[in-house]
């Protein structure tokens, strides 16, 4: 197994009122998953040349609340690489709120970024879609 960190993803979005799910205009916690996926898919193409197939969350949480209008950061890494699986830790922060109650187009950029939400997942790309050789010792983690 080799421990890594070389591998980074950083996405940033504005989520609209498209994304939001709920009354208030709060986004779904799966859109973050969404973007977790994205920045997956980005890692997997950084670490083997493929996009491979983000198979499981070992862990997921929802810290605060996301509301369409604000500007979330996701970042990616790859702690970990196995024959074909790749582990991934993923982070969310809020950068800049919508402030619907000042008026309908009123933000702010916040001082210090909000953590949103964090998971780790693992991502598998199969031997002979790998075109980038990372020269892994036998065993699977």
């Known amino acids: 197994m080799i421990v890594t960190s070389e591998y980074t993803s950083l996405l ?8 939001a799910h709920y009354g208030g205009q709060l986004v779904n916690g799966a859109h973050m998953l969404s973007l977790f996926g994205d ?8 670490c083997d040349g493929d996009e491979g197939l983000l198979v499981s969350y070992e862990h997921v949480e929802f810290l605060a609340p996301l ?36 008026g309908a187009s009123a ?4 001082t210090e970024p ?22 892994v010792a036998q065993e699977k983690y």
């Open 12 to 19: 940033r979005v504005r989520l609209s009122t498209h994304d």
């Open 39 to 46: 920045a997956a898919t980005e890692l997997a193409i950084l």
């Open 67 to 102: 509301y369409a209008g604000d500007f979330v950061e996701v970042k990616g890494r790859v702690s970990h690489i196995g024959n074909t699986s790749r582990r991934l830790e993923f982070e969310a922060y809020k950068v800049i709120a919508a402030r619907p109650d000042v």
């Open 107 to 110: 933000a702010d950029v916040l």
């Open 114 to 135: 909000l953590l949103v939400g964090r998971a780790v997942g693992t991502t598998v790309v199969k031997t002979e879609k790998q075109r980038i050789s990372h020269h």
